[in-house]
């Protein structure tokens, strides 16, 4: 099995600050790799896709980077808004794998 | 408009069975692959299952923590998307939700395991 290391698993920042989230994976995934934002009871979304690809709609202060073991995510300007759970997955095998989350709340 | 909507999830005693449906609407379901993911109480997301198209033979890959308990199917004529959960353990307790190519989201449907 793939293990995904997320990390930090919280952080707290104000609105306007640049977020840095980053997933290890234990083996190289190519680029197969996805960001996902969830708040609080409701379902995942898709911010990027492929590592890098900024899902249709999704604000483009959201951006993803990375290949291989290391990837990602960056919020460059924090919004009220983006106050959430931010999860990493990869689907290069299975069993698909998340990161263990990254709750981002208001300092 | 892409949509999954989740139902048959309850309340449940160990040892029991559900069977859970994603209806989908919105986009050709026959053709994509789907997948269940769930996630307990105040806890991380897990996936469960997928399932191929048509094309792929309708082939499945499951989570070894459900592997020989939970039945992934679909039925494209419907296009509905199922998952036959048996012998319940507390610790399947979760949201359950359906996923088109980890993109498009169904809401979820809540599992418990209570006796």
Redesign the interface.
């Given at each position: 099995d793939i293990q995904m290391t997320q990390s930090p698993s919280s952080l707290s920042a104000s609105v306007g600050d640049r977020v840095t989230i980053t997933c290890r994976t234990s083996q190289g995934i190519r680029n197969d790799l996805?960001w996902?934002q969830?708040k609080p009871g409701?379902?995942?979304?898709?911010l990027i896709?492929a590592a890098s690809s900024l899902?249709s709609g999704v604000p483009s202060r959201f951006s993803g980077s990375g290949s291989g073991t290391e990837f990602t995510l960056t919020i460059s300007s924090l919004q009220p808004e983006d106050f959430a759970t931010y999860?990493c997955?990869q689907?290069n095998s299975?069993?698909?794998?998340?990161?263990?989350?990254t709750k981002v709340d208001i300092k | 408009e892409v949509q999954l909507v989740e139902s048959g999830g309850g309340l449940v005693q160990p040892g029991g069975s559900l069977r859970l449906s994603c209806a989908a609407s919105g986009f050709t379901f026959s053709d994509h692959y789907m997948d269940w993911v769930r996630q307990a109480p105040g806890k991380g997301l897990e996936w469960v299952a997928r399932i191929r198209n048509k094309a792929d033979s309708y082939t499945t890959e499951y989570a070894a923590s459900v592997k020989g308990r939970f039945t992934i199917s679909r039925d494209d004529s419907k296009n509905s998307l199922y998952l036959q959960i048996n012998s319940l353990k507390t610790e399947d307790t979760a949201m359950y939700y359906c996923t088109r190519d980890y993109d498009k989201w169904g809401q979820g449907t809540l599992v418990t395991v209570s006796s």
């Amino acid at each position: 099995d793939i293990q995904m290391t997320q990390s930090p698993s919280s952080l707290s920042a104000s609105v306007g600050d640049r977020v840095t989230i980053t997933c290890r994976t234990s083996q190289g995934i190519r680029n197969d790799l996805g960001w996902y934002q969830q708040k609080p009871g409701k379902a995942p979304k898709r911010l990027i896709y492929a590592a890098s690809s900024l899902q249709s709609g999704v604000p483009s202060r959201f951006s993803g980077s990375g290949s291989g073991t290391e990837f990602t995510l960056t919020i460059s300007s924090l919004q009220p808004e983006d106050f959430a759970t931010y999860y990493c997955l990869q689907h290069n095998s299975y069993p698909r794998t998340f990161g263990q989350g990254t709750k981002v709340d208001i300092k | 408009e892409v949509q999954l909507v989740e139902s048959g999830g309850g309340l449940v005693q160990p040892g029991g069975s559900l069977r859970l449906s994603c209806a989908a609407s919105g986009f050709t379901f026959s053709d994509h692959y789907m997948d269940w993911v769930r996630q307990a109480p105040g806890k991380g997301l897990e996936w469960v299952a997928r399932i191929r198209n048509k094309a792929d033979s309708y082939t499945t890959e499951y989570a070894a923590s459900v592997k020989g308990r939970f039945t992934i199917s679909r039925d494209d004529s419907k296009n509905s998307l199922y998952l036959q959960i048996n012998s319940l353990k507390t610790e399947d307790t979760a949201m359950y939700y359906c996923t088109r190519d980890y993109d498009k989201w169904g809401q979820g449907t809540l599992v418990t395991v209570s006796s």
